[in-house]
């Protein structure tokens, strides 16, 4: 037997506070242990079992012989370590009273109240009596009650939940809270009660309740309405009796009462659905494969009766679409793994195609296993056609019939995966503005439509048109080779389009033009591809352009440049970057300088230089054309009043004004206001406008120009010969002087027929005492023919190119002009490289734009010299990225723009500054590679 640790401090010490009259000695220890009501023990200080009554064997189940006789082996080692602390205090001299569980032989747990008293032996403490009380049976009772308190309570506050209890006078006790607030807290007997329910119910409640009390059993059950409000609830329950008492409990059930009717209410709807609804559901079941549930419109929709999958499961393969069968299949597989499908199929119904819209939703049982799908289908076949219509209307142009751009694009799109090689063509008549403003749009759509079947008929058939809007048409070609098939096959669509084309009476012979971009030579998207296209076909409308253009990487840098100018060009006049030149006009014999003309300049801070040509048509686009007009009738007159104050020879100058400009009324006036400003003489300006300016014959302009010549301000229609010359303009118009346009001197050493030309226009000239200017004298040979043609005055580089404010000063001073043969050419030279060049970073931003070809020249520790046919910005805010290939690798390097040179032909040269120095030892080794290359 393991012994009891007990913890005795005082067993041999005495005990100051132990009572006088020791135990053993109060009505002799033997009386009592047997004594007592309760059992009773002594223990020693080792807890040993000294002594017991039989109490303690009847209460643990032991006989007096087997009673174990040690105190630790009443109970469990967790119960002896709990309890220490008590029966340390008794051996330090106090009573103890505390609970503890000591087993019964049987192995159950039983709950006593332990008193323990000291037992004193010659004032020392030598054991301990110990009183056990049975507390098991006032346990189990406690709880008991406790459990009743609780199930009182939560019968109490349960919701919806109607108990009460009927006293046999009547009175209504044990109401629980649901009683309370919904029959009332004044309803206090059962007489009131029978009083607020429903009439008819009264009978019922009063029969129940006589049976309860007098027969002391369970009734049966029945229900009874309550009304409040105008709402009625419903209870249902019985009434059980004894001893008179009536104990009475009922649930509220108006919510399965109100959903049993909704329901009913809702299965009636569902029978109308079922029976109306143009929907066909179905459900099939997965385990049987039967259609369990199935609306009338099935066999409408799929051809045959729903048992018939029963005995045919292949029913529904047979009816769908071949094309369409593996979509089904998966979509069905999908929603067996329970995934919700929404598929569109087409089924075979009365030897005609049909459409079917399908919702499949899968139902699962209480483990989450799919176990039915329930299906919801639509005939959608009438939809079908009329998307399809209505696709026919979005996606074809409604003049032509020919697919619309939209479809254009969506085409291109396919065969950009489906073919190696596609030539995209926008192709333009060229014709359509004219013919909608001379004619009007009904002539313009039969011309349109004339047009679209010219192109068409000619076509392969393997290619694809589509209109793009006016009279351009985009048309994709397969797998042409190179680029000579493609030039051939533009030529044949060209030779055929440019016949007569008839319009009611109407017969034009249009000047057809073909931009080409090519997949995937120039692009790999739709988008781009096309809008290359249209850009080559826009270089086919600019002077001397070829009708077949390819486009070029370096139309992106040219469009850039336009869009950044065009931003720009409002800036530059109002910071003052434009500035003014001066060509000489002189006499052919002597030299003399007998005039100028001022021409606009612009520096550009980015882009440097910018020629006339690339600004002054986009100030036409804009109202920037009056300012720049104003801007150069200004400026020209401050020159000429600075050349006179300086005592130079002053000679007239023209000025190039925009006819839009002349269609203000206002603007003779300006300039005459202008010239009195800076007290000059009308006859030291001319206005030069172009032949074509006039062409419209407007009244403004006609009205203009008279009032200017009235004010001795001479009037010269410039590039005579380039539009629709006509004697009537001499005519009408008061032109003093006639400028002969470039391109016809061009041709003067070659042609006798220009020569005949410009005889008669100076014979002409000189009937109608009108000056003759020659524009564009670069060479003597051209000098000297028209010194035989008897011409008089003569401009060009021949004699002097554009010169600036202070270089014209000095011709004023000494005005004899001597001949100058033109400027140098660049031609390629042995050692030169080919490479690409674009716009990286502008202004600290990167910029994506295409490249353009260049031809790198030579190369030192710091710069690289290359040759270009685009005019890039020279400025430090610009970063260029170069690319070329050397030994099968592709090299890149990053440049900065440090000069530029324009060149007489067309070329710029420029000289830029390496990024990254290493790369000039690099190129500077493969352009001498290049130079000993055989």
């Given at each position: 037997?393991?012994?009891?640790?007990?913890?005795?401090?005082?067993?041999?010490?005495?005990?100051?506070?132990?009572?006088?009259?020791?135990?053993?000695?109060?009505a002799?220890?033997?009386?009592?242990?047997e004594?007592?009501?309760?059992?009773?023990?002594?223990?020693?200080?080792?807890?040993?079992?000294?002594d017991?009554?039989?109490?303690?064997?009847l209460?643990?189940?032991?006989s007096?012989?087997?009673?174990?006789?040690h105190?630790?082996?009443?109970m469990?080692?967790?119960e002896?370590?709990?309890?220490?602390?008590?029966?340390?205090?008794?051996?330090?001299?106090?009573?103890?009273?505390?609970?503890?569980?000591?087993?019964?032989?049987?192995?159950?747990?039983l709950?006593?109240?332990?008193?323990?008293?000291?037992?004193?032996?010659?004032q020392?403490?030598?054991?301990?009596?110990?009183?056990a009380?049975d507390?098991?049976?006032d346990?189990?009772?406690?709880?008991?009650?406790e459990?009743?308190?609780?199930?009182?309570?939560?019968?109490?506050?349960?919701?919806?939940?109607?108990?009460?209890?009927?006293?046999p006078?009547?009175?209504l006790?044990?109401?629980?809270?649901?009683?309370?607030?919904?029959i009332?807290e004044?309803?206090?007997?059962?007489?009131?009660?029978?009083?607020?329910?429903?009439?008819?119910?009264?009978?019922?409640?009063?029969?129940?309740?006589?049976?309860?009390?007098?027969?002391?059993?369970?009734?049966?059950t029945f229900?009874?309405?309550?009304t409040?409000?105008?709402?009625?609830?419903?209870?249902f329950?019985?009434?059980?009796g004894?001893?008179?008492?009536?104990?009475?409990?009922?649930?509220?059930?108006?919510h399965?009462?109100?959903?049993?009717?909704?329901?009913?209410?809702?299965?009636?709807?569902l029978?109308?659905?079922?029976?109306?609804t143009?929907?066909t559901?179905y459900r099939r079941?997965?385990?049987?494969?039967?259609?369990?549930?199935?609306?009338n419109?099935?066999?409408?929709?799929?051809?045959?009766?729903p048992s018939k999958?029963?005995?045919?499961?292949?029913?529904?393969?047979?009816?769908?679409?071949?094309?369409?069968?593996?979509?089904?299949?998966?979509?069905?597989?999908?929603?067996?793994?329970?995934i919700a499908?929404?598929?569109?199929?087409?089924?075979?119904?009365?030897?005609?195609?049909c459409?079917?819209?399908?919702?499949?939703?899968?139902?699962?049982?209480?483990?989450?296993?799919?176990?039915?799908?329930?299906?919801?289908c639509?005939?959608?076949?009438?939809?079908?056609?009329q998307?399809t219509?209505?696709?026919?209307?979005?996606?074809?142009?409604?003049?032509?019939n020919?697919?619309?751009?939209?479809?254009?694009?969506?085409e291109?799109?396919?065969?950009?995966?489906?073919?190696?090689?596609?030539?995209?063509?926008?192709?333009?008549?060229?014709?359509i503005?004219p013919i909608n403003?001379?004619?009007?749009?009904?002539?313009?759509?039969?011309?349109?439509?004339a047009?679209?079947?010219?192109?068409?008929?000619?076509?392969?058939?393997?290619?694809?048109?589509?209109?793009?809007?006016?009279?351009?048409?985009?048309?994709?070609?397969p797998?042409?080779?190179?680029?000579?098939?493609?030039?051939?096959?533009?030529?044949?669509l060209?030779?055929?389009?440019?016949?007569?084309?008839?319009?009611?009476?109407y017969e034009?012979?249009?000047?057809?033009?073909?931009?080409?971009?090519?997949?995937?030579?120039?692009?790999?998207?739709?988008?781009?591809?096309?809008?290359?296209?249209?850009?080559?076909?826009?270089?086919?409308?600019?002077?001397g352009?070829?009708?077949?253009?390819?486009?070029?990487?370096?139309?992106?840098?040219?469009?850039?440049?336009?869009?950044?100018?065009?931003?720009?060009?409002?800036?530059?006049?109002?910071?003052?970057?434009?500035?003014?030149?001066?060509?000489?006009k002189?006499?052919?014999w002597?030299?003399?300088?007998?005039g100028?003309e001022?021409?606009?300049?612009?520096q550009?801070?980015?882009?440097g230089?910018?020629?006339?040509?690339?600004?002054?048509?986009l100030?036409?686009e804009?109202?920037?054309?009056?300012?720049?007009?104003?801007?150069?009738?200004?400026?020209?007159?401050?020159?000429?009043?600075?050349?006179?104050?300086?005592h130079?020879?002053?000679?007239?100058?023209?000025?190039?004004?925009?006819?839009?400009?002349?269609?203000?009324?206002?603007?003779?006036?300006?300039?005459?206001?202008?010239l009195?400003?800076?007290?000059?003489?009308?006859?030291?300006?001319e206005?030069?406008?172009?032949?074509?300016?006039?062409?419209?014959?407007?009244?403004?302009?006609?009205?203009?120009?008279?009032?200017?010549?009235?004010?001795?301000?001479?009037?010269?229609?410039?590039?005579?010969?380039?539009?629709?010359?006509?004697l009537?303009?001499?005519?009408?118009?008061?032109?003093?002087?006639i400028?002969?346009?470039?391109q016809?001197v061009?041709?003067?050493?070659?042609?006798?027929?220009?020569?005949?030309i410009v005889r008669?226009?100076?014979?002409?000239?000189?009937?109608?005492?009108i000056d003759?200017?020659?524009?564009?004298?670069?060479?003597?040979?051209?000098?000297?023919?028209?010194?035989?043609?008897?011409?008089?005055?003569v401009?060009?580089y021949?004699?002097?190119?554009?010169?600036?404010v202070?270089?014209?000063a000095?011709?004023?001073?000494?005005?004899i002009?001597?001949t100058?043969?033109?400027?140098p050419?660049?031609?390629?030279?042995?050692?030169?490289?080919?490479?690409?060049?674009?716009?990286h970073?502008?202004?600290?931003?990167?910029?994506?734009?295409?490249?353009t070809?260049?031809?790198?020249?030579?190369?030192?520790?710091?710069?690289?010299?290359?040759?270009?046919?685009?005019?890039?910005?020279v400025?430090?805010?610009?970063?260029?990225?170069?690319?070329?290939?050397?030994?099968?690798?592709?090299?890149e390097?990053?440049?900065?723009?440090?000069?530029?040179?324009?060149?007489d032909?067309?070329?710029?040269?420029?000289e830029a500054?390496?990024?990254?120095?290493?790369?000039?030892?690099?190129?500077?080794t493969?352009?001498?590679e290049?130079?000993?290359?055989?």
């Amino acid at each position: 037997m393991l012994p009891f640790r007990w913890n005795n401090p005082f067993k041999s010490t005495p005990d100051k506070h132990a009572p006088s009259t020791e135990l053993n000695q109060l009505a002799n220890d033997r009386q009592f242990i047997e004594g007592h009501l309760d059992p009773v023990f002594l223990i020693d200080i080792d807890g040993t079992i000294i002594d017991a009554n039989q109490k303690l064997g009847l209460l643990l189940g032991y006989s007096t012989a087997d009673l174990p006789n040690h105190y630790s082996s009443l109970m469990t080692p967790q119960e002896r370590a709990r309890i220490l602390p008590h029966v340390n205090r008794v051996f330090e001299g106090h009573e103890e009273t505390y609970i503890a569980n000591f087993l019964h032989t049987n192995g159950k747990s039983l709950t006593v109240l332990v008193t323990t008293i000291p037992k004193y032996e010659s004032q020392l403490i030598a054991g301990m009596y110990v009183i056990a009380r049975d507390m098991t049976e006032d346990n189990q009772m406690k709880e008991q009650l406790e459990t009743m308190t609780f199930e009182r309570k939560l019968l109490r506050d349960t919701p919806h939940l109607l108990a009460f209890t009927i006293q046999p006078d009547g009175r209504l006790t044990d109401r629980t809270n649901s009683f309370i607030s919904t029959i009332g807290e004044s309803v206090t007997t059962f007489d009131r009660l029978t009083q607020e329910i429903h009439q008819d119910d009264r009978s019922s409640l009063m029969s129940a309740y006589q049976e309860a009390r007098e027969q002391n059993q369970n009734g049966d059950t029945f229900t009874f309405r309550f009304t409040r409000h105008t709402q009625q609830s419903y209870f249902f329950g019985k009434l059980v009796g004894h001893q008179g008492v009536v104990r009475a409990i009922f649930s509220n059930e108006t919510h399965h009462v109100n959903m049993a009717e909704v329901i009913v209410e809702n299965a009636d709807r569902l029978k109308d659905l079922y029976d109306y609804t143009d929907a066909t559901i179905y459900r099939r079941n997965l385990t049987t494969g039967h259609c369990e549930l199935y609306t009338n419109g099935f066999e409408a929709l799929f051809g045959f009766e729903p048992s018939k999958i029963k005995n045919n499961p292949s029913a529904f393969q047979r009816i769908i679409h071949r094309q369409d069968w593996s979509n089904v299949k998966a979509a069905c597989q999908q929603a067996r793994d329970g995934i919700a499908q929404h598929i569109y199929y087409r089924i075979h119904r009365n030897q005609e195609v049909c459409w079917v819209e399908e919702r499949m939703i899968p139902k699962f049982d209480e483990h989450g296993v799919v176990t039915s799908i329930v299906s919801v289908c639509y005939d959608i076949t009438r939809f079908k056609q009329q998307e399809t219509e209505i696709w026919n209307l979005a996606m074809h142009d409604t003049v032509t019939n020919l697919p619309n751009r939209s479809h254009f694009m969506s085409e291109l799109q396919q065969w950009i995966q489906r073919h190696e090689q596609v030539a995209v063509l926008t192709l333009s008549f060229n014709s359509i503005h004219p013919i909608n403003r001379d004619f009007g749009y009904t002539v313009g759509d039969e011309w349109i439509t004339a047009t679209a079947n010219a192109l068409t008929d000619h076509l392969p058939a393997d290619s694809f048109v589509g209109y793009l809007g006016g009279d351009d048409y985009g048309i994709l070609v397969p797998n042409l080779a190179n680029e000579q098939e493609v030039i051939q096959f533009c030529q044949s669509l060209i030779r055929r389009s440019e016949r007569y084309i008839t319009v009611g009476p109407y017969e034009w012979s249009p000047t057809v033009s073909v931009g080409v971009s090519r997949y995937p030579h120039d692009a790999d998207q739709p988008n781009t591809l096309l809008q290359y296209a249209h850009t080559a076909l826009g270089r086919t409308r600019l002077h001397g352009a070829d009708p077949i253009v390819f486009y070029a990487s370096t139309f992106d840098i040219d469009s850039f440049r336009k869009h950044q100018l065009g931003n720009d060009l409002r800036h530059a006049i109002e910071e003052g970057e434009l500035f003014l030149e001066f060509q000489p006009k002189v006499d052919i014999w002597s030299g003399r300088l007998v005039g100028a003309e001022a021409l606009v300049r612009w520096q550009h801070p980015e882009w440097g230089r910018i020629p006339p040509s690339d600004f002054i048509a986009l100030s036409e686009e804009t109202d920037l054309h009056i300012a720049l007009s104003d801007w150069v009738l200004q400026e020209t007159c401050h020159q000429l009043q600075e050349w006179k104050n300086r005592h130079l020879a002053v000679v007239p100058i023209s000025i190039n004004i925009s006819p839009k400009r002349l269609l203000h009324k206002t603007y003779s006036e300006k300039v005459l206001r202008i010239l009195r400003q800076y007290d000059l003489s009308p006859s030291l300006l001319e206005i030069e406008i172009l032949e074509t300016g006039i062409l419209s014959d407007n009244v403004k302009i006609h009205e203009s120009l008279n009032q200017l010549n009235e004010a001795g301000i001479r009037i010269a229609l410039d590039d005579f010969g380039t539009g629709y010359s006509s004697l009537s303009y001499l005519q009408r118009y008061p032109i003093k002087t006639i400028k002969i346009d470039q391109q016809f001197v061009k041709d003067l050493h070659d042609s006798k027929k220009t020569q005949g030309i410009v005889r008669t226009i100076l014979f002409m000239s000189e009937e109608f005492d009108i000056d003759v200017v020659i524009e564009g004298v670069e060479t003597l040979q051209q000098l000297e023919i028209l010194r035989r043609l008897n011409c008089k005055i003569v401009q060009g580089y021949l004699f002097s190119r554009p010169l600036g404010v202070e270089a014209f000063a000095d011709v004023l001073e000494t005005p004899i002009l001597t001949t100058n043969q033109s400027g140098p050419t660049v031609t390629r030279q042995g050692f030169s490289i080919d490479a690409t060049i674009t716009i990286h970073r502008l202004n600290r931003k990167e910029v994506t734009i295409g490249s353009t070809p260049v031809l790198l020249t030579k190369s030192s520790q710091q710069s690289l010299h290359f040759y270009a046919t685009v005019r890039l910005p020279v400025t430090k805010n610009i970063e260029l990225k170069m690319l070329l290939s050397h030994s099968d690798e592709q090299i890149e390097l990053f440049v900065q723009p440090k000069s530029m040179i324009e060149l007489d032909n067309g070329i710029y040269e420029y000289e830029a500054t390496y990024l990254n120095p290493s790369d000039a030892r690099r190129i500077s080794t493969i352009l001498q590679e290049h130079l000993h290359m055989p």
